[in-house]
Structure formats: C-alpha cells, structure tokens
C-alpha cells in the first residue's frame, strides 16, 4: 500500500547561475522518498512590505520575490485548490476524513511541518 505525506522542502536550486533557495510544501511518497506534486507562492506583507535584512539574509528570498507575490487570500485559495485536484488525481485523503481504515482503499497523507 502507498503511503504520502505533506512536507516542505528546502532546495538550493541554480536558477540563471546564482544559487537560490526556495521552499515549497510537496507531496511525498514515503515508500519511495519520490516526491509526486510541489506547491510553492510568494506572498505579499501588507504590515511589512519591505523585506528586513534577516528575511533577505537568512531564507534568502528576494525582495523582488515578494513584491512579484500573491496576497495571503489569494495563496490559501491557490494551495486548497492545489490539495483537492492532488487529492483527486493521487487518490489521497486525510486520515482524520476515513470512518474505517482497516476497509479503506484510499491512500492516507499527513501533514508534516
């Protein structure tokens, strides 16, 4: 039986030559450590529109980046949509959503943070 799971990964990925970091939330098969679907936005701060030096230094991420991003709404709205078509094209569902799993034929995932 296939196992997935929800986790985010951090990847160092050479984008037009520079090293850049992202993170994204991906759908993990957890038999084969493959990863079957990614989600990934930038998101707009309307309380700090200006990126501070940790945000630029630390995580890496641009202020451009940023600026380019979706408000919070807007991305929640993306990344439920994202969940339901993976659900339905994986065949996946939460475990919490499953009356009997001994009799379940879906594929259960988890969130992992």
Same mark, same amino acid.
């Given at each position: 039986?296939?196992?997935?799971?929800?986790?985010?990964?951090?990847?160092?990925?050479?984008?037009?030559?520079? /090293?850049?970091?992202?993170?994204?939330?991906? /759908?993990?098969?957890?038999?084969?450590?493959? *990863?079957?679907?990614?989600?990934?936005?930038?998101v707009q701060s309307p309380e700090h529109p200006v990126l501070?030096?940790?945000?630029?230094?630390?995580?890496? *991420? #641009?202020? =451009?980046?940023?600026d380019e991003g979706v408000p919070l709404k807007i991305c929640?709205?993306?990344?439920?949509?994202? *969940?339901? #078509?993976?659900?339905?094209?994986?065949?996946? *569902?939460?475990?919490?959503?499953? =009356?009997d799993l001994s009799t379940s034929k879906v594929k259960l995932?988890?969130?992992?943070?």
């Open positions: 039986q296939k196992q997935v799971g929800l986790t985010r990964r951090k990847s160092i990925a050479p984008a037009n030559g520079n /090293l850049e970091r992202s993170k994204s939330i991906v /759908l993990l098969d957890t038999s084969t450590g493959e *990863i079957e679907s990614e989600f990934h936005a930038y501070s030096e940790f945000c630029t230094e630390l995580p890496g *991420i #641009k202020q =451009a980046q940023v929640l709205s993306r990344f439920c949509k994202w *969940i339901q #078509k993976t659900q339905q094209q994986k065949k996946i *569902i939460f475990a919490s959503g499953v =009356a995932c988890a969130f992992d943070t």
